[in-house]
């Protein structure tokens, strides 16, 4: 499985996103695109958003922190 978080680092939500994935073992890419124009220009193709964070499940796009729809796509029980 490839999961990619799309974030800066003055996010709230993207910190709560790389916690949530740490604390589950799951491993990730994590792209800042603060700081990255490419990863930037990369997220904005497959979301269509500028916001932070987009998290890539397998192709899955979640745009935002949505812990449910990450537990259904990662299998990770409540």
């Known amino acids: 499985m490839k999961v990619i978080i799309y974030g800066t680092d003055s996010c709230p939500w993207c910190h709560k996103a790389r916690e949530f ?3 589950h073992k799951v491993n990730f890419i994590d ?6 124009q490419k990863a930037a220009q990369e997220m904005i193709k497959k979301s269509g958003q500028q916001g932070v964070p987009v998290i890539d499940v397998d192709g899955d796009i979640i745009v935002g922190f949505d812990e449910d729809r990450l537990r259904s796509l ?3 029980k409540n």
């Open 31 to 36: 792209k800042n695109v603060g700081e990255d």
């Open 74 to 76: 990662l299998n990770i």
């Open 21 to 23: 994935m740490k604390e």
